[in-house]
């Protein structure tokens, strides 16, 4: 062993350390950890695209969905012997933990010197891999099993061009489940394109025969522009800030305001998406709310009357920001929270001085923003006014500041209350005398629901129905929203049965999904099921709730020559209070749907398209409609 030194040993460090506790490695042998290996083979070809010596990237998920190639068109892995080791490098990168000191020419910089340990972990995990590198006029192979070789680096035949390939199935000896997830891989890669702009991927799905190609050549830009365009949220500013930073420490921001009423900061460290808090997000908060401060003192914009508070400031904020730094610690449950004290101050340091000088060189984009912060402060003083009214008059026990028009129940405990919001007058009529005095309140809303899509909160609070409808609740709205303070078990959202009845429903149910998400999140939220038609069949009456439901009463029971006779309401107004109750008050005879988080997360996109007022968004929705219509037709 003489001339070996401490170091070159560790080089030397064979793989069994990683099949006996993968979790050091990969995080654990359960669906993260499985798809690490995917990113750790992609981030090395990512690095050698970003260091400019490869333009292409292809991933292939395979037929059985649990084998992944992963081809670029860079310099290809070296193969030439090592003059100590006697291996080809390409052996040693694969077959040795730590070899990357031993290779790191100046010509090979990771993007931060991330990895390194990637391919022989990748390698040790595998049932089997196969590593092809064009390079130098030749195609070169050589294949693994467990990260141990079978047989030698081959050469297979003459090659153009360069590039590597990377083939690998994880082994079923390590991980209890070796199936990928297509949908968790092309999420990644498309994110990948946008934090690395001028990348080009290609995702090949095999198990659903696709193929993507993602190319963002205006990175994190674009990427804010189509987060912002999916929620629906309409922008106070056109052009977003935006930030590259690459002096020890890379960084890159985009954000922009929007009337939105939340803040929206998607983060990544190294690519990896991360939870809220980190210390990279809380660099990037100082750092904005500082600058934005700043300049509204240094120019005298600070309001009469309010002081604005950092949530002021963030309100409708909708950024991405990207780092990438040397050693990533995380922390939390999910350990997805940044906890580098260091990047912290860096970022803030970053953010700072470049927003404050942005400010002052878009003079007329800095007012319209500024101007959107008081009016969130505004809107924070009023409806905090509005709540403690409540609150004011509860601690009395009287019911004075509730709104004029709500007929409360009267049962003093909240568990089994229900509150209706009912479209206009009459109907609202039928349901203060149909419904149970004890525990269900009615609270009429006259003639059309505002659209609220795309408002800031303050504009909305502006409408008197809505404030009313937030007073009856209790639980306040933006930042003064308190769930606790919510006044009823349930809020049921009643409207006629027909396509007006449809856009009001789905007018409040875009109120609450903008702003009292936690009503909706909580499971408290229900659309009622009014009937449309009532079948009376002898001396028997049924209730159907369309078409369909209708057809199938009169063909299940009409028997011999009796006939059907139908009614169709015209509205909720027109039924007996009876009849209301018995079709859909009555808990114990009615039908409710219950809003699920989930749902209106998925018809988010569809909502805002309807609602917005963007004229594109509401095209390409009916675009899309069509092109259902024809499939059907087909
Ligand atoms: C070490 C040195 C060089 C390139 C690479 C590794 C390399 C690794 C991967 C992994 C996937 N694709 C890759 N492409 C390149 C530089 C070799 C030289 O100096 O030509």
């Known amino acids: 062993m003489a001339g070996y030194s401490a170091k070159d040993i560790t080089v030397l460090e064979g793989l069994d350390p990683v099949r006996k506790r993968p979790g050091m490695y990969i995080g654990g042998v359960g669906s993260p950890g499985l798809h690490h290996l995917v990113w750790e083979v992609v981030d090395n070809s990512v690095d050698e695209a970003m260091n400019g010596h490869a333009s292409q990237i292809t991933v292939t998920l395979h037929k059985d969905g649990q084998s992944v190639t992963v081809s670029d068109d860079g310099r290809g892995v070296p193969v030439d012997i090592h003059p100590k080791h006697k291996k080809p490098a390409l052996e040693i990168i694969f077959c040795t933990l730590h070899a990357g000191g031993k290779f790191e020419h100046d010509n090979y910089k990771t993007a931060g010197g991330l990895h390194g340990v990637g391919a022989s972990v990748v390698n040790a995990l595998s049932a089997r891999l196969v ?28 090659a153009r061009g360069s590039g590597t390939t990377v083939f690998f199935r994880p082994d ?89 009423t939340d803040e929206t900061l998607k983060s990544y460290v190294n690519g990896i998406p991360t939870g809220s808090g980190g210390t990279h ?28 508070s950092a ?35 860096a970022v803030d340091g970053a953010v700072r001085p470049s927003l404050e000088q942005w400010l002052n060189q878009n003079r007329s984009t800095a007012e319209q923003i500024v101007g959107r912060i008081i009016l969130a402060a505004r809107a924070r003083e009023a409806s905090r006014a509005a709540s403690q009214a409540v609150t004011r008059k509860t601690a009395t026990g009287g019911r004075t500041m509730l709104p004029g028009k709500l007929s409360d129940c009267s049962a003093s ?79 049921v959202l009643l409207a006629d049965a027909d396509s007006d009845g ?52 009169v063909k299940d029971k009409v028997r011999g020559n009796a006939r ?58 009916i675009m899309d409609r069509a092109d259902q219509a024809d499939a059907l037709d087909v």
């Open 131 to 158: 590593a092809t590198v064009r390079r130098d006029g030749f195609e070169h192979k050589m294949e693994f099993r467990a990260g141990t070789p079978v047989g030698k680096l081959e050469k297979v035949g003459k």
């Open 172 to 260: 079923p000896e390590i991980f209890p489940k070796t199936d990928f997830s297509a949908e968790l891989i092309r999420e990644r890669l498309e994110i990948a394109s946008y934090l690395h702009k001028g990348l080009t991927v290609t995702f090949v799905d095999e198990t659903h025969g696709s193929k993507d190609t993602f190319h963002h050549p205006d990175g994190i830009a674009e990427f804010l522009g189509r987060i912002v365009g999916e929620r629906g949220a309409r922008a106070v500013h056109e052009q977003p800030f935006t930030l590259f930073r690459d002096n020890g420490l890379r960084l890159e921001l985009a954000f922009q305001w929007t009337e939105s």
């Open 281 to 308: 997000e809380l660099g990037f908060r100082s750092g904005m709310v500082k600058a934005v401060r700043n300049y509204i003192e240094t120019h005298s914009l600070t309001p009469r009357g309010v002081t604005l």
């Open 311 to 345: 949530e002021d400031i963030r309100e409708g904020l909708t950024g991405v920001l990207s780092v990438f730094i040397a050693d990533p610690q995380f922390q939390g449950q999910t350990k997805d929270r940044l906890n580098n004290p260091e990047v912290q101050a």
């Open 413 to 491: 405990d909240r568990r089994g209350t229900e509150l209706f919001i009912v479209e206009g007058d009459s109907a609202g009529g039928s349901a203060k005398q149909g419904r149970d005095r004890n525990t269900q309140a009615v609270l009429p809303l006259r003639g059309k629901v505002m659209n609220t899509e795309g408002m800031t909160l303050a504009k909305v609070l502006e409408n008197k129905e809505i404030t009313d409808l937030v007073t009856a609740l209790g639980c306040g709205v933006g930042q003064n929203f308190d769930i606790a303070r919510l006044r009823y078990e349930r809020i």
């Open 502 to 553: 449809h856009h009001i429903t789905t007018l409040l149910l875009t109120f609450f999904y903008r702003h009292l998400t936690e009503v909706i999140r909580q499971g408290r939220l229900f659309v009622a099921v009014p009937p449309l038609y009532r079948v009376d069949i002898g001396k028997e009456t049924f209730w159907a709730v369309d078409d369909a439901d209708k057809e199938r009463i």
């Open 564 to 621: 059907a006779e139908i009614t169709r309401f015209k509205g909720l107004g027109e039924m007996m209070p009876k009849v209301l109750w018995d079709t859909t008050l009555n808990p114990k005879t009615r039908r409710l749907l219950k809003i699920d988080i989930a749902d209106v997360l998925a018809t988010d996109r569809v909502v805002s398209d309807l609602m917005g007022k963007d004229p594109q968004a509401r095209f390409h929705f």
